[in-house]
């Protein structure tokens, strides 16, 4: 529910905060917002398989953004498109995690109406 | 206790996400028509294809008007009234800046200080008042970048451009004024103190003064057009 109400919050932040990107980060931004879901994610899945770890999760939201950041800009410098890589890595794991909770949440439900059935 | 914990750093995380994504949103929507390079590259090209096309265009107008006024002559030839006639027409076409023309006179480079952009004195006002300046001291034909000047001629800021004529010049680029008559006259309107030279001087505008025996002015290359002037008598 936290997560929801946080991310609810966020977003209206984000729409009444008079914050702009300067356009010459407007490549890199959304391959940060990618890094970020996916860290998301894989936070949500770890919480339902009750393997949480809150520095982990931190310092990996953190480190996938800056990576990811990081990667384009050097892609840019170089003129190889490196931030296809980030999106393909962070876009297959995002399906992977969003699978994997599915699942999980589908067998928790199950469990819990075979647990009322006896 | 320690599900809280991790729920509530989720819920920061989540804080931090929500923010970027409406960030991300909002200066998508606002950036609707952001050119991409490829878009940037397409419109460069038809930039090119287009200035070829006029070059050409302007080739054959040449062509054309070599014609006319082979037929002119042909005309002329031999016939008295006529001839007075070509002769009126070819006056008033001097009047009104519809033919090259050349004399002594001057020419003054205009070199805009580097990065200065916006500040100080705006040049299309110092184009005007260079203008000004040498029709007050009888220049008889003036031009900017081989734009004639005439009656019509106007000298705008439009975007970053400067229009003159209705063609676009970069206001960072070297500006060449040429002007028919005495050309120490001319000079001379621009020695006097405070002069529009001398401000421009003062903001870092190089301007360089060039007297000259034979200046060439190019004519105004448009077919001038009335929509509202009526015949007054």
């Known amino acids: 529910m936290i997560p929801f109400i946080g991310l609810l919050i966020g977003i209206i932040l ?15 931004f959304p391959v940060a917002i990618l890094a970020a879901l996916d860290s998301v994610f894989g936070g949500v899945r770890a919480g339902i398989e009750n393997k949480f770890d ?8 953190f480190s996938n953004i800056i990576i990811a950041a990081g990667l384009t800009y050097l892609g840019d410098r170089l ?40 | 206790m320690k599900r809280k914990y991790s729920q509530l750093s989720l819920g920061i995380v989540c804080v931090i996400l929500g923010l970027m994504i409406s960030i991300q949103f909002k200066s998508n929507s606002n950036n609707q028509n952001l050119l991409t390079n490829k878009k940037i590259m397409d419109i460069s ?3 090119d294809d287009l200035k070829t096309q006029k ?13 006319v ?7 002329t030839a031999g016939d008295n009234v006529a001839k007075q006639m070509k002769d009126e027409l070819d006056r008033v076409r001097k009047l009104a800046g519809l033919t090259d023309v050349e004399g002594r006179g001057i020419q003054i480079e205009i070199t805009p200080a580097v990065g200065k952009m ?12 260079i203008v000004n300046s040498l029709n007050s001291a009888g220049a008889e034909a003036i031009s900017i970048n081989d734009e004639r000047y005439v009656s019509r001629t106007q000298i705008v800021t439009a975007g970053v451009a400067i229009k003159i004529n209705d063609t676009k010049f970069d206001p960072t680029e070297k500006f060449v004024v040429k002007a028919i008559g005495n050309p120490s006259i001319l000079e001379g309107a621009f020695k006097i103190p405070e002069s529009i030279v001398e401000i421009m001087e003062q903001q ?4 360089k003064f060039k007297q000259m025996e034979n200046v060439k002015i190019l004519k105004y290359n448009k077919v001038p057009s009335y929509e509202y002037v009526k015949e007054g008598r």
Request: glycine share 8%; charged share 30%.
């Open chain 1, 54 to 61: 809150t520095e982990i999760f931190i310092s990996g939201f």
């Open chain 2, 55 to 67: 070059d050409n265009l302007e080739k054959k107008v040449q062509e054309y008007q070599k014609i």
């Open chain 1, 79 to 118: 003129g190889v498109p490196m931030y296809l890589a980030a999106v393909l890595v962070f876009g297959s794991r995002l399906f992977n995690n969003f699978a994997i909770i599915r699942r999980l949440l589908i067998e928790k439900g199950r469990r819990k109406v075979k647990q009322r059935e006896e």
């Open chain 2, 69 to 75: 006024d082979d037929y002119e002559k042909a005309v």
């Open chain 1, 14 to 28: 984000g729409i009444f905060l008079k914050i702009d990107i300067p356009a010459s980060y407007t490549t890199y």
């Open chain 2, 118 to 129: 916006g500040e100080g004195y705006p040049l299309d006002y110092c184009l005007i008042e």
């Open chain 2, 45 to 47: 090209q038809q930039l």
């Open chain 2, 204 to 207: 870092g505008d190089e301007v």
